[in-house]
């Protein structure tokens, strides 16, 4: 034995998967975050494609994939693939007044 590991063997970490059915009428839903659609295909059984989508924010690696249901056509399932490095865009914009709101009131404490 030779103590080197053979890297091809070993598991490739996953990231984190999760999804959720939400009733829509739009097929992209408002998270919060900017994504570029990256690939569409059809899928077997289906009536409706899968799309795939990046998040756009710089060395943010997740993932999502977005298909509406064939049996329950009002139904959109978004999985998402990873965890965002960076706080989102929408929560960030709300929250900026605020926190400059409390740094101006704290100069008075």
């Known amino acids: 034995m030779n103590g080197l590991v053979d890297s091809s063997r070993d598991k490739k970490m996953k990231n984190p998967r999760f999804s959720f059915r939400t009733k829509s009428d739009a097929d992209i839903l408002d998270d919060g975050y900017r994504w570029r659609k990256y690939g569409q295909k059809s899928v077997k059984n289906s009536l409706y494609p899968r799309s795939y989508y990046r998040c756009t924010q710089h060395m943010c690696n997740v993932k999502k994939q977005v298909q509406r249901l064939s049996k329950e056509t009002s139904i ?7 965890i965002h490095n960076h706080p989102c865009e929408e929560l960030m914009q709300t929250l900026t007044p605020l926190l400059h709101q409390l740094q101006f009131l704290s100069k008075f404490t």
Do not use: K, R, W
């Not at 399932?77 to 990873?82: F, H, L, Q």
């Open 76 to 82: 959109v399932e978004t999985t998402y693939e990873g």
